[in-house]
């Protein structure tokens, strides 16, 4: 498994090349800098993979997800273009859950208690979110993805790895 370092230089390189050096709608990325990998984690708690943030003052313009190899598997850029700033998620999102989402959560399911927030995923790797569980005197009675823009709800036995068949 490669570290943070690793997955930054990855992601720096990834800029250089095409679509992101060709494209104009990924110019913002183009002029971003690399910023803090966060690592992902499988709904299991196993390390997934890097989420590299492309970062322009104190906002994430888009971000490359980096396998443990090393190989960045995708580039995406928030918004409907370089100008779209109001799109571009907060650079804090990637270092910790975001506490409004955390207290509306906590608002929810009085009386439960909720674990460390966790960067993993949901049904599939390109739905990362920040994953959050309510337990209480019955086992975990939700799961809640903490996302750019909110938080929603499943199921127990329906996130990510707790499907069943």
Known sequence: MIDRKAARAAAAAAKKEAPVAEDRALAALRRARVGRPALVRTPAGEPAFWLAPFVSGDLACGLAHVDLDGRVARIGAFGAGPADRQSWVPLSFFEEAPAGPLAEIRAAYPGLDLSEPVLSYDAS???????????????????????????????????????EG
């Open 125 to 163: 790797p390109a739905r990362w979110a920040w994953r959050v569980e309510a337990t209480g005197r019955r086992g975990v009675e939700a799961v809640a993805f903490i996302g750019p823009g909110g938080w929603y709800e499943v199921r127990p036995g329906q996130a990510a790895g707790e499907l």
